[in-house]
């Protein structure tokens, strides 16, 4: 019951703020970001997804904004997320492991903002960021080499982790050779809205199945549930057996009052 409350509740987070923001948009009183078809900083999904997930963390930006932490704090904090994180999955607790997840990839998101916004950004915090975004990324695809040990996923898990450390080698690359290298199908972002919506209709499918299955069960205990027996059924034999008794001690007796009569 716990999880299926966890469930629901997870699913509502990101639902219900998504339906708020789409009558912002549609009153005129949220502008979305413009979008862009391609080159550098292209998007998979449109204005309106990343959008919403930009106003969703709106207040945590300001938030921290408002606060003396520094983004290299926060950077350092989006590591201890990916620790955490990576033992969840090692473990699994793949419930615990998505939240942290979407959590410590927002720490990712929100030390940029906050560099930009206090004009913190530096070459050696920019250094930072992406080397312990990498660190990050190994520990928590690590965690699904170990969960996954003496698996095929755990193959497909170790594929994963070498992809995400070649497409952050291949923009350090481009960069350092003079071409903007953050060319690609997906952004930080995007990959935490479709993390999002794939987690929102795994909920709903998972509280379908588990629902389904106590329905299924409910029945199947009652349909081969042994009746209970009667009292009535009792009544009938005891009346026999106590007939019985008496009859035998009736026996029993008369040799005894036949002499005492003579």
Known sequence: MGDVIFMIGFAAFFALPFVTYLGLVASGAVQLPAGKEGGAGRRLLGPVIIGYYYWLLGPLFRFVNGTKLTPNQITIASVGAALVTGAAIATGHFSLAACLLIAGATLDIVDGQLARAKKLSTKSGAFLDSTLDRVSDGLIF???????????????????????????????????????????????????????????????????????????????????????????????VRPARVELRRSSVANDAAPLLNQQAR
């Open 142 to 236: 690590g965690g699904c080499v170990v969960y996954y040990a003496g698996t095929p996923m755990m193959l497909v898990s170790l594929v994963v982790m070498i992809m995400s450390f070649t497409v952050s080698y291949a923009r350090a690359r481009g960069e350092t050779l003079g071409v903007s290298g953050a060319e690609g199908l997906m952004q930080r972002a995007d990959a935490l809205c479709i993390m999002a919506v794939l987690n929102t209709f795994t909920v709903v499918s998972r509280i379908r199945f588990t629902m389904r299955a106590l329905d299924e069960g409910a029945k199947t205990a009652t349909t081969t549930a042994t009746p209970a027996v009667q009292p009535a059924h009792l009544n009938l």
